[in-house]
Nanobody, 125 residues
Framework: VQLQASGGGLVQAGGSLKLSCAASVRAFTNNMAWFRQAPGKEREFVAAIRWSGWSGTSTYYADSVKGRFTISRDAAKNALYLQMNSLKPEDTAVYFC?????????????????WGQGTQVTVSS
């Protein structure tokens, strides 16, 4: 499975960016997430999305981004998105998309088997 993240860039505080992640296998878009890693810090959970025929779509967010970020998926395009609004300088990091075939935890990076290469998001004050 290959994941390709894109959409990062430089934006002023209060601005918006939309990240995209293209997956090579559609089944993996059912259990995906975004993580981020700032210099000198550990990789941290940002948001996750789960879809099943039984329960539909569920989304999960870190407290630090709740109300500002929105995770979504487009199964027809094998794609994952992260709409980021009201960006803050502390959101500056490399953002990674991740996927797993059989869901485990939502926010533990060790429970995801496949990772994209990361895309840099820089928010200036």
């Amino acid at each position: 499975v290959q994941l390709q993240a894109s959409g990062g860039g430089l934006v002023q505080a209060g601005g918006s960016l939309k990240l995209s992640c293209a997956a090579s296998v559609r089944a993996f878009t059912n259990n995906m997430a975004w993580f981020r890693q700032a210099p000198g810090k550990e990789r941290e959970f940002v948001a996750a999305i789960r879809w099943s025929g039984w329960s539909g779509t569920s989304t999960y967010y870190a407290d630090s981004v709740k109300g500002r970020f929105t995770i979504s998926r487009d199964a027809a395009k094998n794609a994952l998105y992260l709409q980021m609004n009201s960006l803050k300088p502390e959101d500056t990091a490399v953002y990674f998309c991740a996927a797993v075939l059989l869901t485990r935890s939502t926010n533990n990076p060790t429970d995801y088997d496949y990772w994209g290469q990361g895309t840099q998001v820089t928010v200036s004050s």
